[in-house]
Each structure stands twice: as C-alpha cells, then as structure tokens.
C-alpha cells in the first residue's frame, strides 16, 4: 500500500468515522486506492490518490501533442480512474448505490481554479497535506497511544506542535517580563495599564 493510500485510509477512518477498504481490485486489471463508508450517515466515498512530490493537476494544457490526455489532468482521473464501467460497476457492488461522493487527494493545489474545475466533473480535490491535518487534529483530540505507523508519526508532529506553541508562549512571557523590568527601571507605568505618566529628559514638569 502506497503511504499516501494509508494516510487517506485513516484519515477517513478518524475523521469521518468510515470504514475503509483500500487497493480494491476491479475489472479490467483496474484499481480502487479508497473507499469510505460511513455507517451512520450511510454516506459513500471514493477517494483516488495522485501525490507524486512537485506535481499539480493539469488545467491549463489537458492534451499531449498526439492528442491524448494528459495522465495529471482532470478529465484523465474523471474517465480512467471514477468514471470508468469497471471502476463504477466495483464500486456499486460495495456501496448498492450510484449516489456516492468522489474525492482527488493531491500533492498540492496552486490555482483556486483546479477546486472550481474539479467541481464542475464531481470531484472533490484535497491536498494530502489538508487530509494530514485534520488526522493530526482528531489525534489532539482523542489523546491516546497508537501502534499504527501512520498514526504514530502524525501523534510525534502532533507533540512538536504543542511543543512550539509552550515554547512561543514561554517566549513571549520572557520578552514581556523583560520589558516590564526595563520599564520599571526607567519609572514608566505597568505595560499594558491604561494610565500613563508624562516624564520630560530634562527632569519634573513645573
């Protein structure tokens, strides 16, 4: 399993509460990275993972100079990859139903337009760093060990944030007491107090 399919899985799994099947084969030599079922919402999803490092969708030049589709275009994940008989026929044996959402994980997004183009065919597009993030934010939350590599790594950045912010809290405590200290020497009021206290170089206003 590809470790961006493993992200995706638990993404779903602990942020949207979904059970997951991943890698589903399909006919045709095709294949599935992700689908979610939410149980209680009876909601469907089928996520496809496209995170090669440097690489965004294509919307701006969909065609090969032999006229064929460039395989980091939109329309390449809507027919090859969701739209496709035997994606689709896969996918209504597990969920018995058409009406199923679709979602594109990506390396990154660097033109608000590739959201509204993906819309437009049915797809969601997500960056894996989004997906990462809110798998971080459900770890805050539930606060508690995990034996699963993913899940682990994700929990160590986790700590490292709260770390950062206890150390940026501490620092700014440290520059506001030095600050307050050198105001105290030099007489001014209390930083932060409303009241100020006029004082002239040359000493006492008459």
Request: proline share 3%.
């Amino acid at each position: 399993m590809e470790p961006e399919v493993h992200v995706v899985e638990r993404w779903l799994q602990f942020s949207h509460q979904c059970l997951t099947a991943t890698n589903v084969k399909a006919e045709g030599r095709r294949e599935i990275d992700v689908l979610g079922y939410n149980p209680r919402s009876k909601k469907g999803v089928h996520v496809e993972c496209s995170c090669k490092v440097g690489h965004f969708i294509n919307i701006r030049k969909p065609f090969t100079h032999n006229g064929k589709v460039y395989q980091n275009e939109l329309r390449y994940f809507l027919t090859e990859k969701f739209a496709h008989p035997d994606v689709e026929k896969t996918v209504y044996q597990f969920f018995g139903t058409t009406n199923y959402s679709r979602t594109l994980v990506v390396w990154g997004i660097s033109d608000p337009e590739e959201n509204y183009a993906a819309s437009q065919l049915g797809i969601q597009l997500k960056s894996i760093y989004e997906v990462m993030d809110e798998v971080r934010q459900a770890i805050r939350i539930q606060r508690r060990g995990h034996r699963d590599d993913v899940l682990r790594i994700l929990e160590f950045l986790v700590k490292d944030d709260e770390i950062l912010e206890k150390w940026e809290a501490q620092m700014q405590d440290d520059v506001m007491a030095t600050m307050q200290a050198q105001s105290d020497a030099l007489g001014f009021e209390k930083i932060g107090s409303h009241s100020s206290r006029n004082v002239s170089r040359k000493g006492s206003a008459p």
